[in-house]
């Protein structure tokens, strides 16, 4: 049976945990489908316009972010695919999840947010309550 995962990364040291977790649960599979998301959150996106940030520096940066979980699945040669979108994270997550009939949403427990540090990402736990699928939190 062909597993699919979905990845939720934010460039965080997390989100390369949680890529590292992905390669062992994918480790010896043949037939799997893998995606890795990245949510361009509304408030970052209208902060970036706002400092004048042209489109196409900002699409390099989001992918620079992504570099540390492309490295980790490429040394471990899984093949994937990304999604860049725009939204709330959670709900983009959640909704791409759904969208992509995915078995399984793969997410570090704190992002890049400075106040998420102190508890559970605020994202990975609204993920965890409002997703219909198994959602695996690495920490």
Excluded: F
Aim: hydrophobic share 40%; net charge negative.
């Amino acid at each position: 049976m062909m597993r699919s995962i979905l990845l939720a990364s934010d460039g965080s040291p997390h989100s390369s945990k949680a890529a590292e977790h992905v390669v062992t649960l994918l480790k010896g599979d043949e037939e799997y489908r893998l995606m890795v998301v990245h949510v361009i959150d509304h408030e970052a996106s209208k902060h970036d316009a706002w400092l004048g940030m042209n489109p196409g520096a900002r699409h390099r940066e989001r992918e620079e972010k992504l570099k540390p979980i492309s490295t980790v699945l490429e040394q471990a040669c899984l093949s994937y695919s990304v999604n860049l979108t725009k939204g709330d994270p959670a709900e983009e997550i959640i909704e791409c999840a759904q969208k992509e009939n995915m078995d399984m949403i793969v997410i570090g427990s704190r992002g890049l947010n400075a106040i998420q540090e102190l508890m559970l990402g605020s994202v990975s736990h609204k993920v965890v309550q409002k997703s219909d699928r198994p959602v695996l939190v690495v920490k």
